[in-house]
């Protein structure tokens, strides 16, 4: 099977204009409540960049780097979750190491690859 780099990038660009707030939670969330109601442990704003070639092959774009997250919040972070400003869950994944983080504190996570991969 062949995608165009066209078809990536409409999703991805999707993500870049929508992608609005990072949230650091405590399992992976499959809905927008979970994500920022149910397991949030933290957030913070985002940037999004626009789609470029993936590092292996694909397209990916750069979810901009946090140094002031807030913490709202007591337990392990081990995913982060990335919604719009309304209703919607729009990408999840693993951080690359869980964390503790306590309530009323910050944190920081190190810029995040959104890829899409090839198909094989």
């Known amino acids: 099977m062949f995608l165009n780099d066209n078809v990536f990038d409409s999703g991805l660009s999707y993500l870049t204009t929508n992608g609005a707030v990072l949230h650091i939670t405590s399992q992976e969330a499959t ?6 109601s149910t397991y949030t442990l933290g957030n913070d704003t985002i ?5 470029v070639n993936g590092d292996i092959d694909g397209r990916k774009v750069v979810v901009s780097a946090i ?3 807030s913490v709202t919040g ?6 982060f ?10 990408a999840t994944g693993s951080l690359t190491t869980s964390q503790a983080v306590t309530s009323g504190n910050t ?5 995040i690859d959104v890829t899409l991969r090839d198909p094989a």
């Open 74 to 79: 007591t337990g392990t972070a081990s995913h």
């Open 47 to 51: 940037t999004v960049g626009s789609p």
């Open 31 to 36: 809905t927008y409540t979970e994500a920022t």
């Open 67 to 69: 140094t002031g997250g």
């Open 107 to 111: 944190f920081t996570l190190d810029a």
């Open 81 to 90: 979750a990335i919604v719009d400003a309304t209703s919607a869950l729009l």
